[in-house]
């Protein structure tokens, strides 16, 4: 190789400096987080700035393992309403909900209404149908996300069925699909959701998050729930709600949001050729309804360098709360042996459930693999690329997590 | 050769983190048409960033004629085509000097036509006209306003004659602040007062320096 003398070496140095300074410089006219969102955490990364699509970085989600606080809580907005960039609350008064369609009595009720009525509260996983869509090979469309589009929410407000029964309402036996619509104030387009009418054991008209109320940006004054159900389902800023024969046939029920299955049975996936297209239909399709069993390796983090011998390995695990999460393994062997983590609780839940195992590492570098398993003897497979679908929803592949044991 | 390489590589890196750094499309033919057209329901990044197949692509124009998107079938071609050719799994590489033409001020208004019209009619009930906004040139706080408008969004009712407004309208700070110059006395001339002093990219650069909300762009309005 033909030698570069210092002076050169330097000039290119700093010709490389000047232009990465000048790459940043430019970078950050984009706005931040929390200049597109009143009271959001400054780190969380824009994917999108209209709609408002923002994403947790790991760091900050596995900070707060618990429950995930509104500053740091990822947005996946469809629509923007006028004025609700915010985590404030935005107020009941004025606010009002349709409820009819296949029902008895149809009725309509001022959404303060709701506050005298019993309130419930339900913690539960929010999250986008394309968190981790980012490690889908070739890449799909849509916001890049990693796995950060997830959190662990309470929210408390009054049940669906509870509203019902106090209006002494009742859906026909006609009525298969619970749909509902988001407020178009402003101007805003239309969203319009459906979910399978078992989901109004569950379903909540959320009032609250972590004991405040709803965050405007977040479907405040009310957010229709369903625990157990991927985020887009969880339809924000509520203004009817119908029962319903069928699915609805609107853009975000058909095609966006589903992934192939095989036709007319609605089983997980169809598996695809990664990369190719595909027709979606009613028939030929499932909506991103349950979330998938998952699991999050909290500690140790990518990179990082712990103390060993013995190492504390962390995370979460959850699936859609129909059966108990049964176990989560570990391994550091790329699969060959696997060693069971103690989980925090063995019931049912829609929030995650933490885990923990301590292991024996020599010292070195390490890849650390989390799968969980549910009672129903659901599970996470190892490539997660099997299920590659056009538009990168629910990802769950193992995870996998490198770092050096010092 | 190997000389050449440690000279390009880099600096290729640095190009490409630089342009993955920005909401701008590669130029080409049909770009403007895709900045017409997309703009008005999202931002830009989410075109920007994507590397889609040409087949993947066309299913998300599919996608978005469902979403509302209408395109004459020319159009349609048009686009996908830009987007299959400089968005594609293989782009073709950056020219290294973009050495073209001067831009005029009708061809930077491609970022707003989408919304506004392309003579700035406006598109009830979402978008209003901006042919009313001229004689706001010669005034200093009309002035500040719409360089704030432009550079940083706005978020908020506004009444214009008769109609009320209540969208949200992006900031556009990733275009150069010659090009917010251009555009903006581009927008002004459809009703420029007596004696007009154009934008300069100097008002621009300054008006930059301090950034604002969408909703306290809104608190500026004249």
Known sequence: M???????????????????????????????????????????????????????????????????????????????????????????????????????????????????????????????????????????????????????????????????????????????????????????????RSVPIQALENALLALSMNGEPLPAVHGGPVRLVFPGFFGVNNVKWVQKIEFAEAENTTAEQM?????????????????????????????????????????????????????????????VAFNDGIVPIVSVELSADGGRTWFKAELEKTERSFGWIRWRRTLYLRSGAHEIMARAWDAAGRSQPLDGNLAWNERGYEWNGVMRVRFTVA | MKRFLFLTVPLLGLLGYWALSQYTLP?????????????????????????????????????????????????????????????????????????????????????????????????PPSFPPLTHVGPWAATEGGRTYLLHVLLHGLQGEIRVGEASYNGVMPGFSWLSDEEIALVLNHVVAWKAPQGFKPFTPGEVAQARAKPLSPEEVWRLRP
């Open chain 1, 2 to 192: 033909e030698k570069l003398n210092r002076r050169t070496t330097l000039k290119l140095m700093g010709l490389g400096a000047a232009a990465l300074a000048m790459g940043r410089g430019l970078a950050q006219q984009a706005p931040t987080a929390d200049q597109l969102v009143k009271g959001k955490n400054a780190k969380l990364i824009v994917l999108s700035q209209r709609p408002v699509v923002l994403e947790t970085p790991y760091d900050l989600l596995v900070s707060q393992p618990e429950r995930t606080p509104k500053e740091i809580l990822y947005i996946r907005n469809n629509v923007d309403l006028a004025g609700y960039n915010t985590v404030e609350g935005a107020s009941l008064e004025g606010w009002s909900i349709e409820v009819g369609g296949l029902l008895d009595k149809p009725f309509t009720l001022e959404a303060k209404e709701l506050l005298n009525l019993p309130q419930s509260e339900v913690t539960m996983v929010l999250q986008c149908s394309g968190n981790g869509r980012s490690f889908y090979q070739p890449r799909t469309s849509g916001n890049p996300w990693g796995r950060g589009g997830v959190g662990n929410v309470t929210f408390r407000g009054v049940k669906l069925k509870d509203l019902l029964a106090a209006k002494g309402a009742k859906p026909t036996e006609k009525a298969l699909f619970i749909t509902a619509h988001a407020s178009r104030q402003g101007g805003a387009a239309e969203f319009v």
């Open chain 1, 255 to 315: 095609p966006r949001y589903r992934v192939p299955a095989i036709p007319n049975t609605h089983l997980p996936f169809l598996p695809q050729e990664p990369g190719g297209r595909y027709t979606y239909t009613f028939a030929t399709s499932r909506p991103n309804w349950l979330v998938n069993v998952n699991s999050f390796i909290f500690a140790p983090l990518e990179g990082q360098t712990v103390e060993g011998p013995y190492v504390r390995v962390e995370g």
């Open chain 2, 27 to 123: 130029e080409g033919l049909g770009k403007d048409l895709v900045l017409a057209k997309c703009q008005a329901c999202h931002d830009l990044g989410l075109v920007a960033r994507e590397r889609l197949s040409r087949a993947r692509w066309d299913a998300v124009l599919d996608e978005m004629a469902l979403q509302g998107l209408k395109l004459t079938p020319e159009e349609r071609a048009g686009i996908l085509d830009y987007l299959a050719t400089y968005l594609g799994t293989t782009p073709p590489p950056v020219s290294p000097a973009p050495t073209q033409a001067a831009k005029t001020g009708a061809q930077v208004y491609a970022n707003c036509m989408g919304c506004h019209g392309p003579e700035g009619q406006g598109n």
